[in-house]
């Protein structure tokens, strides 16, 4: 596995294929939980590598958007048993929406507490989907937890250049702050340009993002930025801002950009205003750099577009081989 790619692709995994991951999956979930625990199991799904790379041992051989997805259903399959103190909740499409309620039944079967869980699963979906503009909107949205222990694994679409990006979120105990979040992002591009507000560089920008909507100044600076955008400077300028749910923010007087993010309205482009506004309004710079750490992510053969991490490689394939050794597999299953 030189490279990960993941193309949008439809369809779903044979059925054949699918009852044959799923035992191997309980095996190998079965030896990492019992070597070392369930808050290393949730640190190596946290991993984009260990991740991609648990789809392939499974039998899942190609590279595609469909690996996040049925990796993530295979997983969701095995662990919500009583065998398991771990739980999955959410899924693509329709079952991302029912993520929510999801959690609060599983989070009662292990003693988790929900409510802590759904707020974090909140936020961490708006981060992707409006804090980090970076072109692909989510999809598929699943949640990891254990009674103490969370992580969440979604993933975004591009339908312009027909390509997926995989997003990893570090382990949390509590809901955390934005500011860099992210274990790893799986994607085969660099964007040119985004608006990541989630960035330690951006520190600046999400705080003014929160004076502007409390003193009430924003429509103000709006009207301002359109009137920058009309003597030729080279902008998008967000029109679908939601007036009233700024409105509520402001009677709220938000303490944080996490509150601004939760709040319901509050999408990309009313993120998009507030970053760009911060920028050429008010200097205050905010970060327009790609945060995708694992494009190609081990590197090709050739070096291009850089060499091969083989410590990382390594580390992966000797995890993997320790583990498949600990599988109570016939031979043939284990091959």
């Known amino acids: 596995m030189s490279e990960i790619y993941l193309p949008l692709h439809d369809g779903k995994a044979p059925y054949w294929l699918l009852n044959r991951m799923k035992k191997l999956a309980g095996q190998i979930v079965k030896a990492i939980l019992i070597e070392y625990g369930e808050l290393e199991f949730l640190k190596r799904i946290s991993n984009p590598i260990f991740f991609q790379s648990f789809s392939n041992v499974l039998g899942f051989d190609w590279n595609s958007s469909g690996a996040t997805t049925v990796l993530t259903g295979v997983l969701k399959s095995v662990l919500n048993t009583p065998e398991f103190e771990i739980r999955v909740a959410g899924g693509k499409g329709e079952n991302a929406l029912k993520t929510p309620e999801e959690v609060i039944g599983l989070a009662e079967e292990i003693g988790a507490n929900a409510e802590k869980i759904v707020e974090f699963s909140r936020l961490s979906a708006k981060v992707d989907n409006c804090a980090l503009i970076d072109g692909y909107s989510l999809y598929h949205h699943a949640v990891f937890f254990t009674r103490r222990h969370f992580t969440v694994v979604q993933q975004g679409m591009n339908v312009e250049v027909k390509m997926a990006r995989r997003y990893h979120w570090n382990v949390f105990e509590q809901v955390p702050e934005v500011e860099e979040v992210h274990r790893g992002i799986i994607s085969q591009r660099i964007e040119k340009e985004v608006v990541n507000m989630v960035s330690r560089k951006s520190k600046d920008s999400r705080k003014l993002a929160v004076d502007l909507i409390n003193d009430g100044s924003f429509r103000r600076d709006y009207e301002k930025l359109i009137s920058i955008s009309k003597r030729g400077k080279a902008f998008y300028v967000p029109r679908k801002i939601n007036w009233k749910a700024l409105e509520k923010a402001y009677n709220l007087q938000i303490s944080s950009f996490e509150d601004l993010l939760l709040m319901r309205g509050i999408g990309k482009e009313t993120i998009r205003a507030l970053a760009l506004i911060s920028d050429l309004i008010y200097n205050v710079e905010y970060d327009k750099q790609d945060p995708a750490k694992y494009c190609f992510a081990l ?27 600990q599988t109570q597999l016939r031979d043939f299953d284990r091959i």
């Open 299 to 325: 590197g090709g053969k050739d070096g291009v577009p850089f060499p091969v991490r083989k410590d990382v490689y390594d580390e992966v394939i000797d995890f993997m081989g320790e583990v498949l050794k």
